[in-house]
Structures are given as structure tokens and as C-alpha cells.
């Protein structure tokens, strides 16, 4: 795919990729079960679950030798497909990650997001049918975005009340379309490394055509405690994993991240 805040593609000039043989997949995880005992995988794909036959070969590889799994993948609300996720999920994946980004149909599309806002409830009903969890990404500060289009997408989040969600702000990384544009349009880009950290002190995400880097890093970090501070999305961890995950969550929501939003 061809998203422009992406810069995976920097690596290979195009948008592609390159899959390896079952068979080499297979000596990784024989190898990573039979002889170190490990059980919790995360698969590194940035798209695991594109091409569903070979997902499915896959799947049906380790299904065969009866290794107890727990595993999870990159998956796009458009390549997905209820046979994919319920031999994932026979196969011991049991986390999926999709990429949904923003509620909001013209930031999408600003950005090569190719799918439809609509399918994304067709395709959470379909993974949580498969007796997968879902781990939810999501970006404020595309180059559309407005306070408004960012509050959709939170409030989207929010409704979906996936297990486990990601919040990031958008950053014009070097080698992606956007770094390209922000160029273009003379628009800041951070000077050093640390400004292009989600976390860090001077972090400094892409401006948008309607709101300052600071004011985008401030809502990220309002939706940070808005989605995991909310009463429904702990009980519904409670259920799920039990209290202690539940005071893990609460611990990490105390610490606030400092930054320094005046320097935007």
C-alpha cells in the first residue's frame, strides 16, 4: 500500500512485498518452540494478513504440530476475511492489529488510507466472531485533521472499546510521502532525533492545515487518558484478564508525560 505517512517503502523505491516460504517460516517457529520454549510471538509483518492463502498455509503449519501458541499480527480492515481470522485464531493468534487511523473519511483519503470508515464495524464484528482481541491504532494530527475530525476518531475509539489501543501523533518520518509534502510546504520538521519520538519531552508531531504541533500533541495525550481511564473499557478488561491488569492500566495512567508544548 501507498499510505503517504508511511516510509516503509522508502527501503525498495515502491510500494511491495516480499513474502518468505512457509517452509522458512516454519524453521523460524520449530526452532523458537522446540528448542527455547517460547509460546508468545509477535509477528513483525507490516501486513501479515494480506494474501489469505498463505496466511492460511501458514496457519494450518502450526496447527499441525499442535504448538500452543500466543501470537499477534498487522492486519488492514480491507485484506481481512472471516476464513483468515478463524484459522488465525485456530493457529494461536490470538491479537490482531489494524490500522484504522481516523474516523474520518476526508482525512483518510488526504493520505492514501484506502478503505471504507463504513467497514470498520463489519470487520470488528468479524474478528471478535473469530474469538480474536483487537488492538487499535490510531493517528491525530493528519494534514486534514481539525479538533473536530480528531474528536471523531476518538470517539470511535471509544465506541469500539478494543482491548488494547495505540494513540499516536503524526510525524512527517524522513523517506515518507509526508516528510516529502511538509518540504514542500515549508512546514517545521523536527531537528533531532528525539522530536520524533511519540513520548519524548520535545516530541514534535507534523502540523496540520488547521491546528499548531503542540495542540495536536495535547489531544493525543487527553485521548491517552480518555480511552484508558474510562470505567467501561476497565471492566471490560476485568472481565477479560482479571484485576491485575486492570492496576497495571491504572499505574500507567498516574504517570503524566511531561512536554513542551509552549516551544510549537
Known amino acids: 500500500y501507498n499510505c503517504s505517512f508511511c516510509c516503509i517503502n522508502s527501503m525498495f523505491g515502491k510500494p511491495g512485498i516480499r513474502f518468505r516460504s512457509v517452509d522458512k517460516v ?26 489469505e492463502k498463505r496466511v492460511l498455509d501458514v496457519c494450518d503449519s502450526i496447527i499441525e ?14 485484506t481481512v476475511t472471516p476464513v483468515m481470522l478463524e484459522r488465525m485464531k485456530k493457529a494461536g493468534i490470538n491479537w490482531v492489529a489494524y490500522g484504522f487511523e481516523s474516523a474520518n473519511r476526508k482525512v483518510l483519503n488526504d493520505v492514501s488510507k484506502n478503505y471504507e470508515v463504513d467497514d470498520v464495524r463489519k470487520v470488528i464484528k468479524m474478528t471478535y466472531n473469530a474469538g480474536l482481541y483487537i488492538c487499535a491504532n490510531f493517528m491525530f494530527g ?5 479538533y473536530e475530525s480528531m474528536q471523531q476518531t476518538l470517539d470511535m475509539a471509544i465506541d469500539m472499546n478494543a482491548e488494547w ?4 501523533c503524526t510525524m512527517a518520518y524522513p523517506g515518507s510521502q509526508l516528510y516529502e509534502d511538509a518540504i514542500c510546504k515549508g512546514w517545521q520538521v ?16 507534523l502540523q496540520t ?54 516551544q510549537f
Open 209 to 262: 492545515k488547521h491546528l499548531k504541533p503542540g495542540e495536536v500533541v495535547a489531544f493525543r495525550d487527553y485521548a491517552f487518558d480518555a480511552y484508558f481511564k474510562n470505567p467501561r473499557f476497565l471492566d471490560k478488561i476485568k472481565r477479560l484478564f482479571g484485576l491485575d491488569a486492570v492496576r497495571h492500566i491504572q499505574s500507567m495512567t498516574r504517570q503524566s508525560l511531561k512536554r513542551r508544548h509552549t
Open 26 to 51: 516454519m524453521e523460524d517457529l520449530d526452532l523458537l518452540v522446540t528448542k527455547y520454549g517460547i509460546r508468545n510471538i509477535k509477528i513483525m509483518d507490516e501486513l501479515f494478513a494480506i494474501n
Open 165 to 168: 489501543a495505540n494513540f499516536y
Open 190 to 205: 523536527p531537528e533531532n532525533w528525539s522530536g520524533y519520538s511519540q513520548y519524548s519531552f520535545d516530541s514534535q508531531p
Open 65 to 78: 504440530r499442535k504448538y500452543d501458541l500466543n501470537c499477534w499480527a498487522y492486519a488492514r480492515v480491507n
Open 142 to 146: 493528519l494534514p486534514e485533521d481539525d
